[in-house]
């Protein structure tokens, strides 16, 4: 697990903050971005362990960020997990349909988050 990098891509600050302290804490590194478009840059630049995609984002939404990552070679085996408040019955077997590795509902829980996280990642 040491050095495992994730990361987050949410508008949200608050969000992002949480994910990061409750990650960093549990002792993954964590990178950031604050949009799709910039969360497929920092994917791309880093080549994360794992990335925690926000559905809902101004300028790129999450389902368009994960279309373009799989369609780069340099990041269509990166997992990519939907970090979500979209949580209605049918909402986690939509997002596994359209690509994601996996489905996280927020608000996260903070005591069950770091293992969710470490059973998306790929041994």
Partial sequence: MAGQVILIVDDNANNRKL???VLEFAGF???EATGGIEGVALAIEHSPDLVLMDIRMPDLNGTEAL???REDSRTAAIPIVALTSSTMQGDEAAFLE???DGYLAKPISVREFPDQVRGFLKE
């Fill in 67 to 69: 279309k373009m990552l």
């Fill in 98 to 100: 359209k690509g994601f």
């Fill in 19 to 21: 994910a990061r302290d």
């Fill in 29 to 31: 590194s964590t990178v």
